[in-house]
Nanobody, 116 residues
Framework: QVQLVESGGGLVQPGGSLRLNCTTTQRAFNIYVMGWYRQAPGKQRELVASITSGGVVNYGYSAKDRSTISRDNAKNTVYLQMNSLKPDDTAVYYC??????????WGKGTQVTVSA
């Protein structure tokens, strides 16, 4: 099991920005997909963005125009830059790695709260 560590969440004012980071504390090879999901209270978990090892990016609908995902393969780290944050972006953000054996590995989540 690959252990993931997320960071960068917190309280942000509307219109602000933040960058979420997710890495693994273990040596892990062949991480095919790295992605970010979020889950707001009372709602289903949804994709924010994902990126393959080849750099193919997929954005979820809700944050498509305000998010940028990137990854550093050498560091086994994925980043999510989010701008123009809205109160509706308030959620727990989860990192997910998919390894080459097609196994999903989830982080514990980091809270993002957008509020004045």
């Amino acid at each position: 099991q690959v252990q993931l560590v997320e960071s960068g969440g917190g309280l942000v004012q509307p219109g602000g920005s933040l960058r979420l980071n997710c890495t693994t504390t273990q040596r892990a090879f062949n991480i095919y997909v790295m992605g970010w999901y979020r889950q707001a209270p009372g709602k289903q978990r949804e994709l924010v963005a994902s990126i393959t090892s080849g750099g193919v990016v997929n954005y979820g609908y809700s944050a498509k125009d305000r998010s940028t995902i990137s990854r550093d393969n050498a560091k086994n780290t994925v980043y999510l830059q989010m701008n123009s944050l809205k109160p509706d972006d308030t959620a727990v953000y989860y990192c997910k790695f998919v390894t080459a054996d097609d196994v999903d590995h989830w982080g514990k989540g980091t809270q993002v709260t957008v509020s004045a």
